[in-house]
């Protein structure tokens, strides 16, 4: 059993003064205002629920700082993706990943969700364990000290065009198991076990077939079910002219939609789409710095808030690994198109952050300081240079992911004075990704 003494702490309704906060075998048991005790651990500053990073890529990681000299667009940009996901086996994943997922600790993350769709060998085949990627992806986040929400994502076409479907191209053979039935077969397989969830995902309307979408739904249920929704124009032309609908009413359509779904983006939605999303309670993950890096464009978050779609914050392709910066950007991109201020209180960001996070990855018991939740705790100072003077019920106007100095997951103390339990990440970055551009 251990007790932290908390400066503030975010209870629910802003940061509270002078909190003891007791966890006892990775749960939270007592939750008190009081004065600081004898053996109390002190954590200054502002301590917030863990971070939930509802939506990771984890390879992207390896495309930081390597791309923006060459210009093009969202698909030019996968062509490069691609070229890094053709490289990868599960040693070199297994050490990105690793690397990838000890910064998003240090940025204040307790809970990943691992959108998954790098499967196979290249060309297709099939490691002697089917689940060999994914296995790499849970030892990475046991090592990193994060829990992990494996989506293991459905991919079964090469794009979708006014004529229907393409081919698989070239690495997009390793994504793919051939058919929806085939991929349910292989993720029943893979068990779920203490810090894991396994989940599902549809990649896109774009790489599942609308027949293939029944069988998907049938192998989510009981599980998080996300989906790439209506990041780019060119896939909602391709699936009004094939489908006769947009990507929200074909997945409504088919039973995709509904409080335990996610739809990751949802960039480009028309007034109905919008009002799809919120009639049904699908949850919608914004990842504005990757929208913005990809000239994805800004979605329409406030109002697919205010229709009833809970909101969530992810770092998709890693532009940065910052969720306190994701939640920043939400608000400052509806300011830039609305021309006015103040669409989502502070509150409403540590919400996205935090507990609605971890509700769209199937952790109900994860992202409140209260007893019974999972004692994550994520401590933020408010003496650095970009966060002195702040009201402590502001921070997330200011602080940064530099600003989190203590991060504790399942009562595990992951983050110290800033300094992960793995040492250096940046090394550990280094590593893992120099060799993939080694020959580049």
Known sequence: MTSYWCQ????????????????????????????????????????????????????????????????????????????????????????????????MALAGVTCVGEFHYLHHPPGGGRYDDPNAMSEALVQAAADAGV???????????????????????????????????????????????????????????????????????????????????????????????????????????????????????????????????????????????????????????????AAGSPLCLGSDQHVQTDLLGEARLLEAHARLVTGERGHFRPAELVVALTAAGHRALGWPDAGRIAPGQRADLVAVRTDSPRTAGCAPDQLTAAATAADVHTVITDGRVVVTEGRHVLGDVGRLLSTAIEPLWGDT
């Open 147 to 305: 829990r992990l929400t494996l989506l293991d994502a459905c991919y079964l076409a090469g794009g979708l065009e006014a004529a229907g479907h393409l081919p698989l191209d070239g690495v997009q053979a390793r994504f793919s198991d051939g058919d929806a039935d085939a991929w349910a077969k292989r993720v029943a397989s893979f068990p779920e076990r203490d810090g894991v969830r396994v989940g599902a995902a549809v990649h896109s309307v774009r790489a599942v077939p609308a027949d293939q979408l029944g069988t998907v739904v049938d192998a989510a249920r009981g599980r998080p079910l996300h989906v790439h929704l209506s990041e780019q124009p060119a896939e909602n032309a391709a699936c009004l002219a094939f489908y006769g609908a947009t990507p929200a009413r074909l997945l409504e359509s088919r039973g995709v939609l509904g409080a335990a779904t996610t739809a990751v983006h949802a960039v480009h939605l028309t007034d109905e789409d919008v009002a799809i999303l919120g009639a049904t309670g699908t949850a919608v993950c914004a990842c504005p710095s990757t929208e913005a890096d990809l000239a994805d464009g800004i979605g329409p978050f406030p109002r697919l808030g």
């Open 8 to 103: 503030y702490a975010e209870l629910g309704s802003g940061p509270v003064p002078g909190v003891r906060v007791v966890e006892d075998a990775g749960r939270i048991v007592s939750v008190d205002r009081t004065a600081a005790a004898p053996g109390d651990v002190r954590l200054t500053g502002v301590v917030l629920p863990g971070f939930a990073n509802a939506h990771s890529h984890a390879f992207h990681r390896a495309l930081r700082g390597r791309t923006s000299d060459r210009g093009g667009s969202f698909w030019t940009w996968r062509q490069q993706m691609y070229a890094v996901a053709g490289r990868l086996d599960p040693d070199s994943y297994l050490a990105l990943a690793r690397a990838t997922y000890a910064e």
